[in-house]
């Protein structure tokens, strides 16, 4: 698993009964925050509710992603004039970079014989 920074993309509660974690949608996370094992640090990670980019929202924005990237696109398709099309635009491209998952790429199990 690479290491880097993480963020939470749904609310997570982790830790143990005696100390429990409360991890909220947009807060860094780390597996060792949560208590948890390699293997559900993977399923969060393989679920996106843990992923390598910022959530794309406020903190107190509580629709979806899906209705944060709608609200920006309906923002960005209202604006007039070149100048705030190529902002929208710049904007827009911007948001749905963020919201699209991390795949890591897959180890290739054949070589090229390249060096």
């Given at each position: 698993?690479?290491?880097?920074?993480?963020?939470?993309?749904?609310?997570?509660?982790?830790?143990?009964?005696?100390?429990?974690?409360?991890?909220?949608?947009?807060?860094?996370?780390?597996?060792?925050?949560?208590?948890?094992?390699?293997?559900?640090?993977?399923?969060?990670?393989?679920?996106?509710?843990?992923?390598d980019?910022?959530?794309?929202?406020?903190?107190?924005?509580?629709?979806?992603?899906?209705?944060?990237?709608?609200?920006?696109?309906?923002?960005?398709?209202?604006?007039?004039g070149?100048?705030e099309?190529?902002?929208?635009?710049?904007?827009?491209?911007?948001?749905?970079?963020?919201?699209?998952?991390?795949?890591?790429?897959?180890?290739?199990?054949?070589?090229?014989?390249?060096?």
């Amino acid at each position: 698993m690479a290491s880097g920074t993480y963020y939470a993309w749904s609310p997570i509660r982790g830790g143990t009964a005696e100390k429990p974690v409360t991890i909220d949608r947009g807060d860094k996370v780390t597996k060792d925050a949560l208590g948890i094992d390699d293997a559900n640090w993977a399923a969060l990670v393989e679920s996106g509710a843990v992923r390598d980019k910022e959530f794309p929202a406020d903190k107190d924005y509580e629709g979806s992603v899906i209705d944060f990237l709608r609200d920006k696109l309906l923002e960005a398709q209202s604006m007039s004039g070149a100048v705030e099309e190529e902002e929208a635009a710049s904007q827009l491209a911007t948001v749905a970079a963020a919201a699209e998952p991390s795949v890591a790429p897959e180890p290739s199990s054949s070589s090229s014989g390249k060096k």
